[in-house]
């Protein structure tokens, strides 16, 4: 009641009043989702955790061979569509079309991204503007994009993927770094903003997840895996899975009462280095 004349009711989504069985708060049966980047790494394991959990899921990417790949793998419930997140412009017109085709998107993945090592002092401009760009002006685009939908339907989720480079230190990751950093403050902005119209906005925070992106820097630098795993408690790299286990479950219902937050999944790795 209380809750109900502050208009905050909505928020927790229609199922407030009756007892939610518990496996079907962590189902997204019935629900659309789409995730950046969903054709390989992290992104495809998030697809293949929300498609097992019964949602729809759109991925995108820019190489259409991968895509297609991922599509097969994943089956029916995945559908893929070429998208480079960097066309700003294009992306209210992806969101248009995808709900025009596929219904109402009820779960967004900012996943795509790109990362580069080098010293902060030879890091150009426009290697500088590139990172950013995808990893940052995107992210807000695409999220604006879904979140006018989302809010005027008083019900959607949305997650970033950010990372370990947001929280501390990590040498010659300067620009990776500058947009981890700004998308988790942008989560809490939204959250706010949102918490009011049943959005919910959150962070997954990875630690060394094994996928080409965390390979390719491991194998430039022979030290880094040993460093990587000795800053790691539990001892060991995560799978991408790991971090599809927890988006499917900040996406569900189960997650309903979660927001603004930015979950470390990661071994260990936030507890201190
Ligand atoms: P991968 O390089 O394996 O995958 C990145 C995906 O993003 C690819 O499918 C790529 O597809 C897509 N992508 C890149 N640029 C664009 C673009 N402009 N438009 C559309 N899609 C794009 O990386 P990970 O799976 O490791 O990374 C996924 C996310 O997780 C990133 O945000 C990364 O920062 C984050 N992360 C990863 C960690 C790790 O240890 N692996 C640790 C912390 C965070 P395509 O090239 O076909 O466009």
Redesign the pocket.
């Not at 900012?110 to 990362?115: L, M, T, V, W």
């Given at each position: 009641e209380l809750l109900s004349q502050h208009g905050h009711h909505d928020a927790l989504g229609p199922k407030t009043t009756g007892q939610v069985a518990h496996e079907q708060a962590f189902s997204l049966e019935g629900r659309l989702a789409l995730v950046?980047?969903?054709?390989?790494?992290?992104?495809?394991?998030i697809a293949r955790c929300m498609t097992q959990a019964g949602a729809t899921v759109i991925?995108?990417?820019?190489?259409?061979d991968?895509?297609k790949d991922?599509k097969q793998a994943l089956g029916e419930r995945a559908e893929y569509l070429v998208?480079?997140?960097?066309?700003l412009a294009g992306l209210d017109g992806l969101v248009a079309h995808i709900e025009a085709t596929y219904g109402p998107l009820d779960v967004l993945v900012?996943?795509?991204?790109?990362?580069m090592k080098k010293p902060a002092l030879q890091v150009t401009d426009e290697e500088f503007a590139r990172i950013i760009?995808?990893?940052l002006n995107?992210v807000f685009a695409l999220t604006r994009a879904a979140a006018q939908r989302m809010v005027a339907r008083r019900q959607g989720v949305i997650l970033m993927?950010?990372?370990?480079?947001a929280y501390y230190g990590i040498d010659r990751v300067v620009a990776?770094a500058a947009s981890?950093s700004a998308v988790e403050g942008m989560v809490k902005v939204l959250a706010s903003e949102f918490s009011a119209h049943g959005v919910r906005v959150n962070a997954i925070?990875?630690?060394?997840?094994?996928?080409?992106?965390?390979r390719?820097?491991m194998n430039a630098d022979p030290d880094r895996k040993s460093r990587a795993l000795r800053r790691t408690p539990m001892g060991s790299?995560?799978q991408?899975e790991d971090?599809g286990r927890a988006a499917a479950f900040l996406a569900s219902d189960a997650a309903r009462y979660i927001t603004g937050a930015s979950l470390p999944v990661d071994g260990g790795n936030s507890i201190g280095f």
């Open positions: 950046t980047g969903g054709g390989s790494g992290i992104g495809l394991e991925i995108t990417g820019r190489r259409e991968v895509l991922a998208n480079d997140v960097c066309d900012n996943n795509a991204g790109i990362n760009n995808t990893n995107a993927i950010s990372s370990m480079a990776y981890k925070a990875p630690g060394f997840i094994e996928t080409e992106m965390s390719t820097a790299f995560g991408p971090i």
